[in-house]
Each structure stands twice: as C-alpha cells, then as structure tokens.
C-alpha cells in the first residue's frame, strides 16, 4: 500500500474541504457583512465598508441594552467556567476509586445530557416557582422570585457544561498513569501534595479544556436559559429576540462581537495548553523511558 | 508556596507564618469513601437540584389543573386531555398532537440520515486517511471551533445566503436558471433540516472519530490481504467496528432534534409545530400542566428511541 495515495483519498479529501466550506462559509459571510455601510442592507452586496453597525452596538441606540446582557453573559460564563472545573475535577477522582452511586452519577450525567433541554429548563422554571409560591405563603408576602441569573441560570447551565467535563475527566484518567502517585506517596507526599504537584500539573492542558468547554457551552447557551434564566436576558437570548424583528445589519453586528469573544476564549484556551503541552514535553519527567 | 517551603513547612508546621493554619492540625486519616463522597457530592448536588427534582416536577406538575393565569395544585388529567383533544373525534385524519409528532420525527429521520452520512465520511477520511497526528489535531480542531461559537449566530448566518434576494437565488436568477426568486429556500423546511446539519453534525464526527481510530490497522490490510474489495472491507470491517460511535452520535442527533424548538422556530420562521415548539408555546401562555404533559410525553418518546438503539450497543463500555 505504498503507491501513492489511492483515488478515495482525494474523493474524501474534496468531500471533506466541501464540509470545512458549508461549515465555515455561511458565518463568514455574516461576519463580512456585519461592516456594512450605513445605508447596507442584510444581504450581499456590499453597500460601502464602515463600522458603523458595530458602534451603534456600543453606543447603546440599538434595539437591546447590549452592554448589560454582554455583563450577564460574561459573568455567568466566567461563574459556569470555574464551577464546571472545580466540581469536574473533584468528581473525575473520586471514580478512579470504586464508591456507592458512582453509577448513579454517571447515568445522572449522561441522561442530563440527553434529556432534551427544553424539559430541564421547564422542570427548573417549574421548580422556582413553587419555591416562590411556598415562600409567599408561609414566610413573606411580598417575596418575589428566587429565579435569577445566579440561582435558575446557573443551575440550567450546570446542567449542560457538568457532563462535557467529567467525560474529559474519564478521557484524561483513562490514560493516566497511577505509579506518578504511588511514587509521590513513596517519597512521602501527602495526599494534597500528590495531587498539587503530581497530579495536577500533568492534567492541567486538559483541565483548561474544561473550561474552555464550560465558558464556551454557557456562553453560546439558550434553550436551557430560555426558561430557567428569569427576568433578565442573556446575550444568546436577545439575539434570538431579534431574529423575528430586526431589518437592519446590527444582528449581524451582534453575531460578530458574540463571536469575537468566543473565538478570542477559544484562542486563549488552544495558546495555553499549546504552550502547557511543549512545557510539559520538554522538562517534563523521564517517566516510561526507560530505567524500569 | 514552592517546594522547599513544603519541605519547610513538613519539619516543622509553624515555621513560615501565615500558611499552614488551615491544615495545622493533626490530619485525622479519612476513610477513602468518605473522601469519594466529599468528591463527588457537589456533582451529584447539582444534578439533584437542577435535573432530578426539576424532572419529578415536570411529572408531578404534568397532573396538576390550571386556569388562565395560574397553577391549581389539584390532580386533574387536563393537561393531557388538553395535548389530546380531537384525536379520536377527528379519525381517521390526525389531530394537531399527532401531525406535529409526525412532523417532529420526519424532520428528526432527515437530520440523523443526513449528519449520519456527512459525519461517517467525515470521520473516515480524519481516521484512515490523514496520516500525521499533527494534520489529524488540526484538521479535528477545524471541525470542533464553530461548536464552541454561537447556535443563533450559525442560524442567521444562512439569511444572507437563501433569502429572496440572497445570493443562492440571485446567481440562479443571474445564470437564467429560475427567473423567479425561490421561496422554500429560507424559512421552510428544506431551511430548517439544513441549519440543524449544518449545527450537529459535528455530534456525529467526534464519536465515529473516535471509534475509527481505535480500529486496528492491521485489521484493514488483512482484509485487503485477503482479497477483500474496498467496498467489503468497509461494510464487513469498518463500520461493525465503528458501530458504537454510529449508535452514540445517533441518540445525540436525535434526542437534541426531537426537542429542538429555536433552530425550528428560527429557521421555520416560526411557522412549523414541532415537538419541543408546543411546549414553549404552552409556557408562554402559562398553561404549565399542558407544557409539563407534553414535556412528559417527548421524553417518554425520546427515552423509547434511545432504549431501542442502546439494546445494540452498551454506552458505558465505550466512553
């Protein structure tokens, strides 16, 4: 099978730049027509290049109060992300050991994946607002709601972004190597210094990963939010408000900057653990290579 | 605190101030399944508080009336005699429930046979045809960004594309194909299976991916070996081996379409009922029992769907 490449291979390979285009093609187009003239319109063509849809974003004219929702969306992402982490991380080693309900969080995870959305966002909103009416009735009158960004919004997020994080978890650990620790705790590391400055440097690329996953999922979210998020909007959902009025570039505005921020998170995220990776490879240990 | 200050700090507790007062005192040995617990426990709060719960009140909520503008805590069967009003008075034709169920699961078999066949080819040329690991992360990690951006976004990036003066129709117009702008290019049908492949094919590409590499490739050339043509080795080789990437990028694709109600809602123009759409309806009328009884029914229809693909392939042996 040495003669050159056989014909599947350019078949697949013009099959698969073909997927690469329908994938990247169309956003492309918005982010291009998102520097419309003033006098553009939503469609090609371009009728002059200005920024002068993206700075009506900013100078708050528009149809939304952008720089709010932005705040939301920003806070909650950035909450979700050191959540998702910590809570990911944490659970990831305890299923290295046997324990009770280790399937039941499993089969927790996956079905809360699942599950389509729309019904977990439902079930929550359904929740809070029997709290709210418990509340009403037996301590405070004028109580309003517990639903909130923070309370129902995180909550719904959570659900969403927890799953992705302890299957990277099982991916990280299925290739780990246990004798690292044995031989941390030889040497007579205590258990949190094991995982400090044994554990936790080799994982760390793959850590960011999780919360690249968590501040990306919460960021773009919106069928979750759509019930369970409460008074406010965030960013996602007012684009989505938009889609049914708006006649003018600035949604298309909105979609740049939503996506500036998105691609600029991913950016960091793939640098750090690019770099991380190269560290590791290059002072890393000389473990497995050699010297059994 | 670096590592001579741990060292430091082992000998004797106490010596650099300010640290080590958290864990000063005499660790007492905890049991390795008190500790499993404490691990895993704010997961498992987190699911019970935001899943669990909220599901069992979906089902209680399902069975509780309503008038017009609140919750009456009383079982009733209303909200699922409401869901299925007419259908036995209007037999033989189908009632609203039915004709928006068939509508979901048409929309639902186009989808999965289309992400299914995209994300195969897909996946099979990342694991048997692009030889560097270098070119195989790259080329994966093109495939992974737009998941990472925004779905609304990734919608109305069609808009300039299929509407009525869009650039599909007016190339066709400019080289005299059409001589009138198509209309069921944007806000159709033919609009909304195109962004929900063009979202989630991706749910297919990652497991397939993953099952494929994973095929030994020895296995490959010895059925080339053995006198095998391309197109055997692919049907009695290949895809028997990729089969449970196929069945788990499948009950993604399906349970995230079966309750799809913004792609639908954005891209049908707001115009087709689908599953996950009525209960959004229902919500915004505040008619909770209704939405909760139709919530209930996708997810006993969704739960049917994955049990039946999950009998062909056990998804805990395969993460």
Known sequence: MKEGRPRSF?????????????????MIAIYVLSFQGPQGGLTFPMNGVSTFWIAKLFQGTGIVDLGAAFRRSLLLGVIVMIVTVVLSVAA??????????????????IASLIVPSIITSLGISLEFRIIDDLIKAHWNENFET???????????????????????????????????????????????????????????PSVIGIGLFGFTLSWDELARSS?????????????????TTVTNPDIYALGTVISAVSFTVISLALGTIHVLNRRQAAKGSDAGKGLV | MDMSEEVLQQASPGLIPGSGTARAAKPTRLSPSFISWLQA??????????FLIPLVFVVIVSFWDYNEYQLLPAFS???????????????????????????????CFLVWALTLFIGFWVAYFLAFHVKSKTWQMGLSLLCTIPFWTSNVIRMIAWIPLLGRNGLVNSGLVKTGLIHQPLEWLLFSEFSVVLALVHLFTFFMVVP?????????????????????TGFQTLVNVVIPLAKPGIVIGSIFVITIVMGDFITIGVMGGQQIAAAGKIIETRVNALQFPAAAANAVILLAITFLIITMMSRIVDIKKEL
């Open chain 1, 10 to 26: 350019y078949v697949l390979a013009i099959f698969f730049a073909a997927y690469v285009l329908f994938l990247y093609g169309p």
């Open chain 2, 208 to 228: 397939i991916f993953n099952s494929m590499v994973r095929i030994d490739k020895s296995l490959i050339e010895a059925a080339y070996d053995a006198g095998a």
């Open chain 2, 41 to 50: 426990g704010p997961m498992m709060l987190v699911f019970l508080a935001f």
């Open chain 1, 146 to 204: 517990s639903m909130g960004l923070l309370t129902s919004g995180l909550g719904a997020h959570l659900t969403w972004t927890l799953p992705f994080g302890l299957l990277i978890m099982f991916a990280i650990f299925n290739r780990f190597d246990p004798r690292l620790e044995e031989a941390a705790r030889d040497l007579g590391a205590t258990p949190w210094q094991t995982f400090r400055h044994v554990v936790l440097p080799i994982i760390l």
């Open chain 1, 227 to 243: 019930q369970a998020i409460g008074a406010v909007n965030t960013l996602p959902l007012d684009l989505q408000g938009l889609t």
């Open chain 2, 77 to 107: 069967g209303r909200g699922y005699t409401d869901t299925f009003e007419g259908c036995i008075a209007q037999l033989p034709d189908l009632c609203t429930i039915g004709k928006t169920y068939l509508m979901t699961l048409k929309l």
């Open chain 1, 92 to 109: 990831g080693m305890a299923f290295r050991r046997k324990f009770k309900a280790q399937s039941i969080l499993f089969y927790s995870a």
